[in-house]
């Protein structure tokens, strides 16, 4: 099955009201990962007054925690988690450590603050599609580089190596379910002149953007 996720790590931070949010997105891939994640958030924010967090740790939604870390029940973990439900994101953990400024923002207020944070820092994050890819080894003549670059430009693939020796010898990783496709118009684009060789299968991040 193919799911989305954020890949890396993002930040964002705001001041609402003098306390301030400071929110982290992370691609995890076990509960694990996440716990690690957010132990190492703690310890970097130690004079933090809350750091709450909710996550999705598998690829199946099967993994779901939060935590309000003593704010209000209800008004900071669940609110974190629901975003990155509604954003169909798995495989992802977001924190929100806060620094209280002095005034008390109520329920509906923290409920806020806490949501927006966490869907602005998981905006400003990059997402990919993990989906099963076919790693497919490409050979073509020199005088059939510069067209192959293009054609690997122009479609949904990711070069993994390029290899220069009596033919230039591309890797790429095409998702399996276009990957009849992409070798027969491949091929065809070349004039019958590309050599294919498909290797391992595995999941791969596809950049949402070049999905095509």
Do not use: W
């Not at 509604?86 to 923002?105: D, H, N, S």
């Not at 095409?174 to 027969?184: K, L």
């Amino acid at each position: 099955m193919a799911y989305l996720s954020v890949t890396g790590e993002c930040a964002a931070e705001k001041i609402i009201e003098k306390s301030r949010f400071l929110a982290y997105a992370a691609h995890v891939e076990s509960e694990t990962e996440a716990k690690d994640f957010l132990a190492r958030l703690r310890g970097e924010h130690p004079l933090a007054t809350h750091v709450c967090y909710g996550y999705v740790s598998d690829k199946l939604g099967n993994e779901q925690r939060f935590s309000d870390d003593n704010e209000p029940q209800g008004t900071a973990g669940m609110p974190i988690l629901n975003v990155i439900k509604a954003q169909k994101l798995y495989e992802t953990a977001v924190a929100v450590v806060r620094y209280f400024g002095g005034i008390k923002l109520g329920a509906g207020g923290l409920t806020r603050a806490y949501s927006s944070s966490a869907a602005e820092v998981i905006a400003s994050s990059k997402k990919c599609l993990f989906d099963t890819c076919v790693e497919i080894a490409i050979a073509v003549d020199y005088a059939q580089i510069n067209a192959a670059t293009r054609f690997f430009e122009e479609n949904a693939c990711e070069i993994l190596s390029r290899n220069f020796g009596e033919s230039a010898e591309f890797i790429a990783a095409v998702r399996e379910c276009c990957a009849a496709e992409f070798q027969a118009r491949l091929n065809d684009y070349l004039n019958g002149k590309a050599r294919f060789a498909e290797l391992t299968r595995r999941y791969f991040p596809f950049p949402v953007e070049s999905i095509k």
